[in-house]
C-alpha cells in the first residue's frame, strides 16, 4: 500500500491551524471494521512518537489540539492553533496490510 | 510506563551480521506485536518486520531470508538477527510496542 502525503513542507504561523492530507492506494478499512491508520510526529533528532492511533484516537498525553479524521483511502490531521513545539516531521502509517507503510512525511516549520 | 531501549548497533562490514536488541518494561512482549521500523539517514521510515503476539513473523521483501526477528519471553526482549548486511541496510533501528511506542533506536552502518 502505497501512502501519499501532502504537502510535503508547511510553513505555519505561530497559532493558526494547519492540515495534512494522507492518502492510500487502496482502502485501509479492514474486514471487522478497523482501519488501522496512525499519525506520528518526529521533532527533530528524537525518535517518532504516535499521536494518533485508528484515524482519529489521540494517543495519552498528546495535546486536543491534534485531531484525526477520514476513511476509506483519504485521512487528515489537523492541528487546531500551531504552538512551537510542534515543528518536526509528521507521518502517516497504515497497519492494516502488511507491509506497514509510512508515508513520505510533512516537515512543519515555523513562518 | 511503557519503555523500550534497544542495543546492539555498530559499524559492520558489508556482508557481516548484527543482533539489535530491544529491552522492554512496562508491558508484556509475548502479548503484544512487536515490530523493527528503520530510518535511513535523513530519510522516512519503513517497517522491516513484525512479530505478531500468536509468534508469526512478517519481513518486507528487502530483508526475507536475511533478517530474523525473535522475542526471550523470560527476559522480555526482542531481537533482531541481521545477516549479509548491506550498504542500504545503513540506518537508526527503532524496536516498537507495535505501532503505539518506540524507543530511541539503535545505529546500524554497514560500510568497509
Known amino acids: 500500500v502505497v501512502m501519499t502525503q501532502s504537502p510535503l513542507s508547511m510553513p505555519v504561523t505561530l497559532g493558526q491551524p494547519a492540515s495534512i492530507s494522507c492518502r492510500s492506494s487502496?482502502?485501509?478499512?479492514?474486514?471487522?471494521?478497523?482501519?488501522?491508520l496512525n499519525w506520528f510526529q518526529q521533532r527533530p533528532g528524537q525518535s517518532p512518537r504516535r499521536l494518533i492511533s485508528k484515524v482519529s484516537n489521540r494517543d495519552s498525553g498528546v495535546p486536543d489540539r491534534f485531531s484525526g479524521s477520514g476513511s476509506g483511502t483519504d485521512f487528515t490531521l489537523r492541528i487546531s492553533r500551531v504552538e512551537a513545539e510542534d515543528v518536526g516531521v509528521y507521518y502517516c502509517m497504515q497497519a492494516t496490510h502488511w507491509p506497514w507503510t509510512f508515508g513520505p512525511g510533512t516537515r512543519v516549520e515555523i513562518k | 510506563e511503557v519503555q523500550l531501549m534497544e542495543s546492539g548497533g555498530a559499524l559492520v562490514q558489508p556482508g557481516g551480521s548484527l543482533r539489535l536488541s530491544c529491552a522492554a518494561s512496562g508491558f508484556t512482549v509475548s502479548s503484544n506485536d512487536m515490530s523493527w521500523v528503520r530510518q535511513a539517514p535523513g530519510k522516512g521510515l519503513e517497517c522491516v518486520s513484525v512479530?505478531?503476539?500468536?509468534?508469526?513473523?512478517y519481513y518486507i521483501d528487502s530483508v526475507k531470508d536475511r533478517f530474523t526477528i525473535s522475542r526471550d519471553n523470560s527476559k522480555n526482549m526482542v531481537f533482531l538477527q541481521m545477516n549479509s548486511l548491506r550498504a542500504e541496510d545503513t540506518a537508526m533501528y527503532y524496536c516498537?510496542?507495535?505501532?503505539?511506542?518506540w524507543g530511541q533506536g539503535t545505529l546500524v552502518t554497514v560500510s568497509s
Open positions: 516498537g510496542r507495535s505501532s503505539a511506542a
Open positions: 512479530l505478531s503476539s500468536g509468534g508469526t513473523e
Open positions: 487502496q482502502s485501509l478499512e479492514r474486514f471487522d471494521g478497523n482501519t488501522f
